[in-house]
């Protein structure tokens, strides 16, 4: 048999000296000796055997008893489960997939959700198991993944009692989720609304089962409980419950049953008794029978007290009502707190209520049990009240005793009690006493007083504080200071507009919270976002609310400022150069703390909206119209009309303004804000457009000061690009005819047929009767043909017809009708209203005239200039077209690899003789070909050459080079941007002062200038850095550096910043170590080295003194964390170095400063030395007192004698011939690897 040795903690306790307690006194020899080891416990004692496996069950029995108490079993925290999914309920089938696809991807996913570890295995029946590793809970989720998830889910419902469901939910919906993880399963129970009593339960075939069967079980357990509510009078309650609910509490206790009965503060007569069916219906009958005796024998009687006498009744928190009931079995009724009754109904059996025949009140009852004196007692006992007197009314001997008792406790109270009066204002009361009373209760728990606060009905502003002197002063006081900052509490609202409101709370409240941790005092209100409002409140002490809301303002006042807005007119060709390269531009007027709103691409608006402070607006503005300037030829005048006029010149919705900016080619016409009296119009745009649009307006507005009419006729959309004419042309000619305005409907107009005619009345006439004529010949549908020549045909019907389509649309839907292709045949017809016939066949005719006249010109630019011309997405190739009326072919880019040329022999190559190559010829991949009239190409030739970049060099000193290519190329890269040119900087090893600027003729000048002025800018700051550079040495004594610097360098960092220095100290290792450097302007650096030498004339005036102060109070002095060091070095503006820890004097403090404060310094420490020296030796005598002296342990370490170690009888080698075994023997404690030959032991069977 093998045996385990385990010392049990009460041994070791018992033995740890080498004696048992009884055997401590034993020192010889003999019997003694003998009883000594009779008292050692045997080996099988202190060590029990471990059981064999073929023991007796007896014998197992008791060995495990034997351990069961010494060691508790210990469970893994991480446990294995393995799950099988038969063949027919998988979900996915694919056996070819087994470890991949939507399988393996669902396990990995239900790894990652709840920390388990899967493996998946195959079985013969194709069937899955699933082996899960982890800790309960999340073998557990993995469990319930993988039932929903690989497996195919089942449904079934199951219907129990409407109200067992809730004990299927549980408290929080704790016992569905434990169902759920148990069974696997997915359980839906009604919503307490809907009347089914179905549960509905998803998951496998077994988990539906375990699901069934625990609901059922539950509903199961519930159908043996049982809920039972009697209505019982609520005068009867007090009876029922008993006093201190002892009554309630043995019936509880008896029957088994739980009994909820309302609390005397909740105005309900219901009892609700729950448990088994028997033990309720054993408790119902036990409070019926309770309630029936009570209405038979009870009797009542009325006491009139008065209200503010009724706290005295009901007593600390009711006590004294139940302590009442408690001794007399009467139940005492109080009136609610919010009516005005004094009645108060004594209810009890007709004996009981004889107690209180002799009794004059009952106050006097209650007085007589506060003052804990006999009931036998006839004495009246009355305080009066406002008057410092107590009135006993009875026997003289029942009254001297009374009276006795009455002044032994006012004696007590008066010895250690004490009162204090405060006038409050009332309507302080409630915010004194809190919400739910959460002030006044922590006032009287803090300071353990009671406070009376007068009720509102008695208008009174005295509150009284009674209890412990100290306690009564500091309630008294922070009452006081509550009241005091309550009446130096103010309101104020605020008027800012709801619109700012999210901005100041800012995301997540951030904003406000800043503001709110600035002024902690006040309390913020915003309105709700529902109410519209624009009132925020702020509450608080006045001052605090007086700053926060001047804070608020600045803050609104800056929102105000930052949100104006203003739109400006910008061409809509121009706005991608506002935008710049990359948005290079853009950002660039961000800098003036602007926002830039650019409108869509797809928009017709030509209106930048820029947002901020007003200055910053027109700053950004004046810019943005700069660029405008640059880039077209174009003005902005003035135009004076009086401002009554101005409504009449804009018309319907911007309908008469808008037809003279398109007529006058897109110029802008603003006028000034409404009813702000301003005369000046202004209008901007090209200079010939803008001349023409100054003269519409001013006839206009002198047409309206004369007598303005309107007249309205309406024409087919499609006849209104006719009646127009080309570029404005045939409206033009009604107008100048007759005088009148004509305004055709824009794309954004409801009526795309309503035509108006504005001016004098003779003049709207006769526009108008022109316009009908026109109008009447269009609808008059006429058919003509013409001649052209087929190899012109293309040009018409190419692009899917775009130049058809373009005739059609200016004039008047004209169809055009070219014969099919191959047919030869020159006759083309056109169909439509006879004017627009007409003037389509005559644009037909110019059209076919420039063709015949087209000619093709070459231009030759070398292909490496070809991209840079073509512009982003050919944009600039397509302006020249448009412009010039010209179409424009560029070559075939040229293989850079190039083909080798054929080998020729005697100057033939295949047979045909080349002729000689031109060297001056141009490369074919170099010629631009273009094609149109004669002089449209040649203007076109030139456009392209204008286009062609061109290089120059600007001369700037290597030197700079770096700064003008900035931080990893910034600075280079902005001004590349900037002015839309390449600039080139030579490589360092060239040293060589040559920038190379290349990019379009009329950006070059601009770009050198940009670089110059760059240039300017660099050579100052390179000026400025010398300047900057000058050094100052002033030698100061190595001891003052600390000061100068101070604490955390705040001495020394302020002196940077004023003079706007850098100040070097000498390093540990430096030689002068005397020595400061101060590098900066010079006249600043001679300023900060005076404000230096300033501090050194200062330390230099100072002193230090040592004092022997005793180390035992250092730390006193010194406070948590240096506080109170601090506190002192502030207060008498003096330095305190205290010894370090090994110094050879410990009690040495070193005070320095000037002499008078060193001196204040130095009485004011040794009063604090006196002061707490008192309280170390105090604390040393108790210390004396708590623990034994050095030489009595000493003492009882001899009396022990030398310890024997553990000592146990009857061990196995005691028993044996054979010895312990023996630690230093190889054959017994053998090294790995070596053999060893088998011996039998005392120790039991080897195992191996």
Same mark, same amino acid.
């Given at each position: 048999?093998?045996?385990?040795?385990?010392?049990?903690?009460?041994?070791?306790?018992?033995?740890?000296?080498?004696?048992?307690?009884?055997?401590?006194?034993?020192?010889?020899?003999?019997?003694?000796?003998?009883?000594?080891?009779?008292?050692?416990?045997?080996?099988?004692?202190?060590?029990?055997?471990?059981?064999?496996?073929?023991?007796?069950?007896?014998?197992?029995?008791?060995?495990?008893?034997?351990?069961?108490?010494?060691?508790?079993?210990?469970?893994?925290?991480?446990?294995?489960?393995?799950?099988?999914?038969?063949?027919?309920?998988?979900?996915?089938?694919?056996?070819?997939?087994?470890?991949?696809?939507?399988?393996?991807?669902?396990?990995?996913?239900?790894?990652?959700?709840?920390?388990?570890?899967?493996?998946?295995?195959?079985?013969?029946?194709?069937?899955?198991?699933?082996?899960?590793?982890?800790?309960?809970?999340?073998?557990?989720?993995?469990?319930?993944?993988?039932?929903?998830?690989?497996?195919?889910?089942?449904?079934?419902?199951?219907?129990?009692?409407?109200?067992?469901?809730?004990?299927?939910?549980?408290?929080?919906?704790?016992?569905?989720?434990?169902?759920?993880?148990?069974?696997?399963?997915?359980?839906?129970?009604?919503?307490?609304?809907?009347?089914?009593?179905?549960?509905?339960?998803?998951?496998?075939?077994?988990?539906?089962?375990?699901?069934?069967?625990?609901?059922?079980?539950?509903?199961?357990?519930?159908?043996?409980?049982?809920?039972?509510?009697?209505?019982?009078?609520?005068?009867?309650?007090?009876?029922?419950?008993?006093?201190?609910?002892?009554?309630?509490?043995?019936?509880?206790?008896?029957?088994?049953?739980?009994?909820?009965?309302?609390?005397?503060?909740?105005?309900?007569?219901?009892?609700?008794?729950?448990?088994?069916?028997?033990?309720?219906?054993?408790?119902?009958?036990?409070?019926?029978?309770?309630? @029936?005796?009570?209405?038979?024998?009870?009797?009542?009687?009325?006491?009139?007290?008065?209200?503010?006498?009724?706290?005295?009744?009901?007593?600390?928190?009711?006590?004294?009502?139940?302590?009442?009931?408690?001794?007399?079995?009467?139940?005492?009724?109080?009136?609610?707190?919010?009516?005005?009754?004094?009645?108060?109904?004594?209810?009890?059996?007709?004996?009981?209520?004889?107690?209180?025949?002799?009794?004059?009140?009952?106050?006097?009852?209650?007085?007589?049990?506060?003052?804990?004196?006999?009931?036998?007692?006839?004495?009246?006992?009355?305080?009066?009240?406002?008057?410092?007197?107590?009135?006993?009314?009875?026997?003289?001997?029942?009254?001297?005793?009374?009276?006795?008792?009455?002044?032994?406790?006012?004696?007590?109270?008066?010895?250690?009690?004490?009162?204090?009066?405060?006038?409050?204002?009332?309507?302080?009361?409630?915010?004194?006493?809190?919400?739910?009373?959460?002030?006044?209760?922590?006032?009287?728990?803090?300071?353990?007083?009671?406070?009376?606060?007068?009720?509102?009905?008695?208008?009174?502003?005295?509150?009284?504080?009674?209890?412990?002197?100290?306690?009564?002063? /500091?309630?008294?006081?922070?009452?006081?200071?509550?009241?005091?900052?309550?009446?130096?509490?103010?309101?104020?609202?605020?008027?800012?507009?709801?619109?700012?409101?999210?901005?100041?709370?800012?995301?997540?409240?951030?904003?406000?919270?800043?503001?709110?941790?600035?002024?902690?005092?006040?309390?913020?209100?915003?309105?709700?976002?529902?109410?519209?409002?624009?009132?925020?409140?702020?509450?608080?002490?006045?001052?605090?609310?007086?700053?926060?809301?001047?804070?608020?303002?600045?803050?609104?006042?800056?929102?105000?400022?930052?949100?104006?807005?203003?739109?400006?007119?910008?061409?809509?060709?121009?706005?991608?150069?506002?935008?710049?390269?990359?948005?290079?531009?853009?950002?660039?007027?961000?800098?003036?703390?602007?926002?830039?709103?650019?409108?869509?691409?797809?928009?017709?608006?030509?209106?930048?909206?820029?947002?901020?402070?007003?200055?910053?607006?027109?700053?950004?503005?004046? +810019?943005?119209?700069?660029?405008?300037?640059?880039?077209?030829?174009?003005?902005?005048?003035?135009?004076?009309?009086?401002?009554?006029?101005?409504?009449?010149?804009?018309?319907?919705?911007?309908?008469?303004?808008?037809?003279?900016?398109?007529?006058?080619?897109?110029?802008?016409?603003?006028?000034?804000?409404?009813?702000?009296?301003?005369?000046?119009?202004?209008?901007?745009?090209?200079?010939?457009?803008? @001349?023409?649009?100054?003269?519409?307006?001013?006839?206009?507005?002198?047409?309206?000061?004369?007598?303005?009419?309107?007249?309205?006729?309406?024409?087919?959309?499609?006849?209104?690009?006719?009646?127009?004419?080309?570029?404005?042309?045939?409206?033009?000619?009604? +107008?100048?005819?007759?005088?009148?305005?004509?305004?055709?409907?824009?794309?954004?107009?409801?009526?795309?047929?309503?035509?108006?005619?504005?001016?004098?009345?003779?003049?709207?006439?006769?526009?108008?009767?022109?316009?009908?004529?026109?109008?009447?010949?269009?609808?008059?549908?006429?058919?003509?043909?013409?001649?052209?020549?087929?190899?012109?045909?293309?040009?018409?019907?190419?692009?899917?017809?775009?130049?058809?389509?373009?005739?059609?649309?200016?004039?008047?839907?004209?169809?055009?009708?070219?014969?099919?292709?191959?047919?030869?045949? /020159?006759?083309?017809?056109?169909?439509?209203?006879?004017?627009?016939?007409?003037?389509?066949?005559?644009?037909?005719?110019?059209?076919?005239?420039?063709?015949?006249?087209?000619?093709?010109? /070459?231009?030759?630019?070398?292909?490496?200039?070809?991209?840079?011309?073509?512009?982003?997405?050919?944009?600039?190739?397509?302006?020249?077209?448009?412009?010039?009326?010209?179409?424009?072919?560029?070559?075939?880019?040229?293989?850079?690899?190039?083909?080798?040329?054929?080998?020729?022999?005697?100057?033939?190559?295949?047979? /045909?003789?080349?002729?000689?190559?031109?060297?001056?010829?141009?490369?074919?991949?170099?010629?631009?070909?273009?094609?149109?009239?004669?002089?449209?190409?040649?203007?076109?030739?030139?456009?392209?050459?204008?286009?062609?970049?061109?290089?120059?060099?600007?001369?700037?000193?290597?030197?700079?080079? +770096?700064?003008?290519?900035?931080?990893?190329?910034?600075?280079?890269?902005?001004?590349?941007?900037?002015?839309?040119?390449?600039?080139?900087?030579?490589?360092?090893?060239?040293?060589?002062?040559?920038?190379?600027?290349?990019?379009?003729?009329?950006?070059?000048?601009?770009?050198?200038?940009?670089?110059?002025?760059?240039?300017?800018?660099?050579?100052?700051?390179?000026?400025?850095?010398?300047?900057?550079?000058?050094?100052?040495?002033?030698?100061?004594?190595?001891?003052?550096?600390?000061?100068?610097?101070?604490?955390?360098?705040?001495?020394?960092?302020?002196?940077?910043?004023?003079?706007?220095?850098?100040?070097?100290?000498?390093?540990?290792?430096?030689?002068?170590?005397?020595?400061?450097?101060?590098?900066?302007?010079?006249?600043?650096?001679?300023?900060?080295?005076?404000?230096?030498?300033?501090?050194?004339?200062?330390?230099?005036?100072?002193?230090?003194?040592?004092?022997?102060?005793?180390? +035992?109070?250092?730390?006193?002095?010194?406070?948590?964390?240096?506080?109170?060091?601090?506190?002192?070095?502030?207060?008498?503006?003096?330095?305190?170095?205290?010894?370090?820890?090994?110094?050879?004097?410990?009690?040495?403090?070193?005070?320095?400063?000037?002499?008078?404060?060193?001196?204040?310094?130095?009485?004011?420490?040794?009063?604090?030395?006196?002061?707490?020296?008192?309280?170390?030796?105090?604390?040393?005598?108790?210390?004396?007192?708590?623990?034994?002296?050095?030489?009595?342990?000493?003492?009882?370490?001899?009396?022990?004698?030398?310890?024997?170690?553990?000592?146990?009888?009857?061990?196995?080698?005691?028993?044996?011939?054979?010895?312990?075994?023996?630690?230093?023997?190889?054959?017994?404690?053998?090294?790995?690897?070596?053999?060893?030959?088998?011996?039998?032991?005392?120790?039991?069977?080897?195992?191996?």
């Amino acid at each position: 048999m093998s045996s385990v040795a385990v010392l049990t903690q009460e041994s070791f306790n018992e033995h740890r000296n080498g004696l048992l307690p009884e055997q401590s006194g034993a020192a010889g020899a003999g019997p003694a000796a003998g009883e000594e080891e009779d008292a050692l416990p045997t080996y099988k004692d202190a060590f029990p055997p471990l059981p064999e496996k073929a023991a007796s069950p007896e014998g197992t029995q008791e060995t495990t008893n034997a351990w069961a108490s010494k060691i508790r079993p210990l469970k893994s925290s991480v446990i294995t489960q393995v799950f099988h999914v038969p063949l027919e309920e998988r979900k996915y089938k694919d056996l070819n997939q087994f470890g991949e696809g939507d399988q393996a991807k669902v396990c990995v996913d239900i790894m990652h959700k709840t920390g388990a570890h899967l493996e998946l295995s195959l079985a013969k029946d194709q069937g899955l198991s699933i082996m899960v590793s982890g800790k309960l809970d999340a073998v557990m989720k993995a469990r319930k993944e993988i039932v929903s998830r690989l497996q195919t889910q089942a449904s079934a419902t199951v219907a129990i009692p409407k109200e067992h469901h809730r004990f299927v939910i549980g408290k929080n919906g704790e016992k569905l989720q434990e169902l759920e993880l148990k069974t696997a399963t997915k359980i839906q129970i009604p919503r307490p609304d809907d009347p089914s009593n179905q549960i509905k339960i998803s998951g496998t075939k077994e988990g539906l089962e375990k699901a069934k069967h625990e609901i059922l079980l539950i509903s199961a357990e519930q159908d043996k409980r049982a809920v039972e509510r009697v209505n019982i009078d609520k005068v009867y309650h007090p009876f029922i419950t008993g006093a201190y609910n002892k009554l309630v509490g043995e019936m509880m206790q008896e029957t088994g049953a739980r009994i909820n009965v309302p609390p005397p503060s909740v105005n309900k007569t219901e009892i609700v008794i729950t448990g088994e069916k028997e033990q309720v219906a054993l408790a119902v009958a036990m409070i019926k029978k309770i309630s @029936e005796d009570k209405k038979k024998n009870a009797t009542t009687i009325a006491v009139e007290v008065k209200k503010s006498q009724h706290k005295y009744v009901i007593g600390p928190k009711g006590n004294t009502l139940q302590e009442i009931l408690d001794r007399t079995g009467v139940s005492v009724e109080i009136p609610p707190s919010d009516s005005s009754s004094e009645t108060v109904i004594l209810r009890g059996e007709p004996d009981r209520l004889e107690l209180f025949s002799h009794l004059k009140t009952l106050l006097d009852f209650c007085l007589k049990f506060i003052f804990n004196m006999s009931f036998c007692l006839q004495v009246h006992i009355e305080f009066t009240e406002g008057e410092d007197k107590i009135t006993l009314e009875g026997p003289t001997k029942d009254v001297q005793m009374v009276q006795s008792q009455i002044e032994a406790i006012v004696t007590d109270l008066v010895s250690r009690m004490d009162y204090a009066e405060i006038s409050v204002d009332p309507k302080f009361h409630r915010h004194l006493i809190g919400k739910g009373g959460v002030n006044i209760n922590r006032i009287k728990e803090l300071h353990k007083v009671t406070v009376r606060i007068p009720p509102d009905n008695e208008k009174s502003n005295l509150i009284r504080i009674e209890g412990d002197p100290q306690g009564v002063q /500091e309630a008294k006081k922070e009452l006081l200071e509550l009241a005091s900052r309550m009446e130096n509490e103010r309101t104020k609202d605020l008027i800012i507009e709801q619109r700012f409101h999210r901005a100041i709370i800012g995301q997540k409240g951030e904003k406000i919270k800043e503001v709110r941790d600035k002024f902690p005092e006040v309390i913020i209100n915003f309105p709700d976002p529902a109410q519209k409002s624009d009132i925020v409140q702020l509450r608080g002490p006045r001052t605090e609310v007086e700053k926060c809301s001047k804070f608020m303002q600045k803050i609104v006042a800056e929102m105000v400022e930052n949100s104006f807005s203003v739109s400006v007119p910008i061409f809509k060709q121009f706005h991608r150069n506002i935008i710049g390269k990359g948005g290079s531009n853009i950002k660039r007027y961000k800098e003036t703390n602007t926002k830039i709103d650019l409108p869509a691409e797809n928009s017709n608006s030509e209106m930048i909206v820029i947002t901020g402070k007003k200055a910053n607006c027109e700053a950004a503005r004046n +810019r943005i119209l700069a660029i405008q300037k640059e880039l077209a030829n174009i003005t902005e005048i003035e135009v004076s009309i009086p401002s009554k006029l101005h409504n009449s010149l804009i018309g319907s919705k911007g309908r008469l303004v808008r037809s003279i900016m398109e007529e006058c080619g897109g110029v802008h016409i603003h006028f000034p804000t409404e009813g702000s009296g301003i005369d000046k119009v202004t209008i901007r745009g090209p200079a010939e457009e803008v @001349e023409k649009a100054k003269q519409q307006l001013l006839a206009l507005a002198e047409e309206k000061q004369t007598k303005s009419h309107t007249a309205e006729l309406r024409a087919k959309p499609e006849y209104h690009k006719f009646l127009i004419g080309k570029g404005g042309g045939n409206i033009r000619k009604v +107008r100048d005819s007759t005088g009148a305005r004509i305004i055709f409907p824009t794309a954004e107009d409801k009526d795309q047929e309503l035509i108006t005619v504005v001016g004098t009345e003779e003049a709207v006439r006769e526009a108008q009767k022109e316009l009908e004529e026109l109008i009447k010949s269009l609808d008059n549908v006429v058919e003509d043909t013409m001649s052209v020549d087929p190899k012109h045909h293309r040009y018409f019907v190419a692009r899917r017809g775009q130049v058809l389509r373009d005739l059609a649309d200016e004039y008047g839907g004209v169809m055009v009708s070219f014969p099919r292709t191959g047919s030869q045949s /020159e006759k083309v017809t056109l169909k439509g209203a006879k004017e627009c016939v007409e003037a389509a066949k005559k644009r037909m005719l110019e059209i076919v005239e420039d063709l015949e006249a087209q000619v093709t010109m /070459e231009c030759v630019i070398p292909q490496k200039f070809h991209r840079s011309i073509m512009g982003p997405k050919g944009s600039r190739i397509q302006q020249i077209t448009r412009d010039h009326n010209v179409q424009i072919k560029f070559p075939e880019r040229e293989d850079p690899q190039g083909k080798e040329a054929p080998v020729q022999e005697n100057g033939e190559a295949n047979g /045909e003789v080349k002729e000689p190559v031109d060297p001056n010829a141009p490369k074919k991949c170099d010629v631009i070909v273009l094609s149109g009239r004669k002089e449209r190409c040649e203007a076109a030739v030139e456009a392209l050459k204008a286009l062609v970049p061109v290089t120059i060099e600007v001369e700037v000193p290597f030197e700079l080079h +770096r700064y003008i290519i900035g931080q990893k190329g910034s600075g280079i890269r902005k001004m590349m941007d900037e002015f839309e040119v390449n600039i080139q900087v030579p490589a360092p090893e060239q040293q060589s002062d040559k920038i190379s600027i290349t990019g379009l003729a009329n950006h070059l000048e601009r770009a050198k200038e940009g670089l110059l002025e760059r240039v300017k800018e660099l050579q100052a700051e390179q000026e400025d850095r010398a300047l900057r550079s000058f050094k100052l040495t002033i030698t100061v004594d190595p001891k003052y550096h600390p000061k100068i610097i101070g604490r955390k360098g705040a001495i020394i960092t302020n002196i940077r910043t004023e003079h706007d220095v850098n100040i070097q100290f000498p390093e540990k290792n430096d030689e002068n170590q005397d020595q400061i450097t101060i590098t900066g302007y010079e006249h600043k650096a001679i300023a900060a080295r005076d404000a230096i030498q300033a501090i050194v004339d200062e330390l230099e005036e100072m002193i230090s003194e040592d004092i022997t102060l005793d180390s +035992r109070v250092h730390a006193r002095i010194i406070g948590a964390r240096g506080k109170g060091i601090r506190k002192i070095m502030d207060e008498f503006k003096v330095d305190l170095r205290f010894p370090q820890s090994g110094a050879a004097d410990p009690n040495l403090v070193t005070v320095t400063g000037r002499p008078e404060l060193v001196d204040e310094a130095i009485d004011h420490l040794l009063n604090l030395e006196e002061e707490y020296m008192a309280d170390v030796v105090e604390n040393e005598a108790k210390m004396a007192y708590m623990r034994p002296s050095g030489s009595s342990a000493a003492a009882m370490d001899e009396q022990r004698g030398p310890s024997k170690g553990f000592v146990v009888r009857e061990a196995p080698w005691t028993t044996s011939t054979e010895k312990a075994p023996d630690m230093s023997s190889s054959e017994d404690f053998p090294s790995f690897g070596a053999p060893v030959p088998t011996k039998a032991s005392p120790w039991g069977p080897k195992r191996f």
